[in-house]
């Protein structure tokens, strides 16, 4: 049905239709079509209305359509196969699936919302409809499962790269897979692994950037830590960042094949914001505090403390 209110508004684009227009034409109460409105509203649709005038849709939000991201896309295996979803739980979980169903190295899942996004240590990611960039890829690395934690440090360069493209000059990468826009977090990365001791059978590689997100969309708690393009005041194509995020993976995962990852990790030193930063870390059984002061060839973070330096391998920093 709301699909069938936004038909009409776009048919008569620019023109205002009353309430009651549209419930003759849809057999629907009023009330019915004022819900449906207020939804499209908060999904990004800019739709005026008056009580006398009736609604008005002005603009719509740009939407990652399979056909649309194919359209400009660079790459030659990265986004080469398109899985697009209105709505889902979380495209990690969708990716999931059908790498077990033996989809190919560089399909990629996008959704315009998710319902259940998953963050590192199963916190929640918030992902409302077209206000981020949602997607995972699925990629099929020929490296030790060991190595697989330094494929989140190659995302977090080439993301910080993408998003430097496009007008956010000042992000920084914070270990492992954040990145951060003057403090507050704009970008999530979570990398997942199938595989064995000895193989790695694939690697989900999940991005989630926060493109339109206003103060209203977030919890209160988040407010002062989260960001976006909007609560930057740069105004982003969705389609454009997504295709020049798929170009600097792509791009980064051809100089790993072809000379390892000393590249990868000498940029993500240089755009990291915390190195050099007291840090505090929690880690699974013991919480301290220290200097963040390099991380080693196996992107575990390295922390000098008076009693040396700790190596933290996973953990929550917190820049004191
Ligand atoms: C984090 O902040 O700890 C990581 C967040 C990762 C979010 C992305 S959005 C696309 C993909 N699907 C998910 O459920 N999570 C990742």
Redesign the pocket.
Known sequence: MRQDILDFLIQHKDEFVSGQQISEQLGISRTAVWKHIRVLKQRGYVIESYTKKGYCLREAPELLSEQAIEEGLSTKVVGHHIVYRERVD???NVAKKLADEGAPEGTIVVAEE?T?????IN?S?L?PFAKGV???LILRPNIPPMEVSKMTLLAAVAVARAIRHHGLTDCGIKWP??ILVKGRKMV???TELNGSAEKVNYIIM???VNTGITAEDLPKDLQSIVTSFAREGVRVSRLALLETLLKEIEGLYQTVCRDGFAPVLAEWRALSCMLGQDVTVTSIDKTFSGKAVDIDENGNLLVATPEGVEVVMAGDIHVR
């Not at 259940?116 to 590192?120: D, Q, S, T």
């Open positions: 979380s495209t990690n998710q259940g996004g998953r963050g590192r916190r990611f992902s949602w997607f995972s897979n954040d999530g990365i979570l999940g991005i989630g």
